[in-house]
């Protein structure tokens, strides 16, 4: 699609109606309009849309298969991470990211891929706890 010179990825993706793409900050520091690009987070508030020619753009709208969930996106609902919500399709979509190149991470290792996603109403356990649970469950183990 062609977007205005100056236009920014989250701006085009709200545009279409991608709504789990927040705007928050637009200084690429909270995380909430992360996007995967070619299966990378990317901070879609300070990329331009002509940045993103070329790659392939996932949202959360895009994780999950037809009306199965994504496995990260049943770990979250099953841990009941975040209270409210705003951070969560960030979050997913890293984790998301992070378990494709890293099948089995640390603790620490998922604490140092989410450190780009702010949660104000959590202390990051219970996303920790997500994002290993769903590590389980891509591995094919954790049942619940």
């Not at 298969?65 to 994504?70: A, C, E, M, V």
């Not at 209270?83 to 140092?112: D, H, K, W, Y």
């Amino acid at each position: 699609m062609d977007a205005p010179a100056g236009e920014t990825l989250v701006e085009v993706l709200r545009r279409l109606g991608f709504k789990s793409v927040k705007d928050g900050c637009y200084t690429g520091t909270c995380g909430g309009c992360t996007v995967l690009m070619d299966d990378r987070p990317v901070a879609s508030c300070i990329m331009l849309a002509a940045q993103a020619d070329g790659s392939r753009i996932t949202t959360l709208e895009g994780l999950a298969d037809g009306d199965k969930l994504h496995p990260v996106q049943e770990a979250f609902l099953e841990i009941n991470t975040p209270q409210c919500g705003f951070c969560s399709p960030g979050m997913i979509l890293t984790a998301v990211s992070l378990l494709r190149r890293n099948p089995n991470p640390t603790r620490e290792e998922i604490r140092e891929a989410i450190a780009g996603n702010t949660c104000r109403c959590s202390g990051y356990v219970k996303i920790v706890d997500a994002v290993v649970l769903a590590a389980e469950k891509m591995r094919g183990g954790a049942r619940r």
